[in-house]
């Protein structure tokens, strides 16, 4: 119940293509919902968060969709660039649980100039 | 503000010995938590500490432990070091009730 699951595992797009990254969990007491990008050699960088009482949240080119009745949410990454090459992670946490997040599988995603 | 601060990057041990990791949390930070990554694997929890006490453990034996000081830096140690604990140990703050978390980059760990 306290999983998180990501799909897909990797990712290949064309530079300006629009890659999506989709997580889905069983838990309904999670009520934080953050990306994180990973580049090779470095710790996770906080990208945008969202919270289930919003369907949609945009900062620059990540938009974070929320379905809270298929409890899924997704990453959009608009007009990629090669830079945006890196490993994204969704994670998940819950109040009362120290915030402790619960991480999906990881996509690995590649932009081709 | 310097962030999350890591110590060693890199480290490499013999399977039985201990090891120690170190974290200094984001400037106005005062609750640390450690995550194990596995190679090709998301975070997973160890153990979070808040005023120098353990608050919440994930499912990691004995041999991890840790230790958080007044100025809110914390340690991670493992003792009888096993091949499978050779991963990137990452170090996480946030805030007194703060939902974002904020890593550091990592110490790699390898155990041969």
């Known amino acids: 119940q306290q999983q998180v699951k990501q799909s897909p595992q990797s990712l290949i797009v064309q530079k300006g293509g629009i890659p999506i990254i989709n997580c889905a969990y069983e838990?309904?007491?999670?009520?934080?919902f953050p990306w994180y990008q990973q580049f090779p050699g470095k710790g996770p960088a906080l990208l945008i968060a969202?919270?289930?009482?919003?369907s949609e949240k945009k900062e620059g080119r990540f938009t974070i969709s929320f379905n809270k009745s298929a409890k899924q949410f997704s990453l959009h990454i608009m007009d990629s660039q090669p830079g945006d090459s890196a490993t994204y992670f969704c994670?998940?946490?819950?109040?009362?649980?120290?915030?402790?997040?619960?991480f999906g599988s990881g996509t690995q995603l590649t932009v081709l100039p | 503000d310097a962030g999350v601060t890591q110590s060693p990057t890199h480290l490499i041990k013999t399977r039985g010995q201990q090891v120690t990791l170190r974290c200094s949390p984001k400037s106005g930070h005062d609750t640390v938590s450690w995550y194990q990554q596995a190679l090709g694997q998301g975070p997973q929890f160890i153990f979070q500490y808040y005023e120098e006490e353990e608050r919440q453990r994930g499912n990691f034996p004995d041999r991890f432990s840790g230790h958080q000081f007044p100025n809110y830096s914390s340690e991670l140690n493992v003792n009888a070091l096993l091949l499978g604990d050779s991963a990137l140990y990452l170090c996480a703050s946030n805030p007194t009730g703060g939902t974002e978390a904020f890593f550091g980059q990592g110490t790699r760990l390898t155990v041969v």
């Open positions: 969202i919270r289930p009482d919003v």
């Open positions: 994670a998940a946490s819950q109040m009362g649980s120290a915030r402790q997040l619960t």
């Open positions: 838990n309904t007491a999670f009520d934080y």
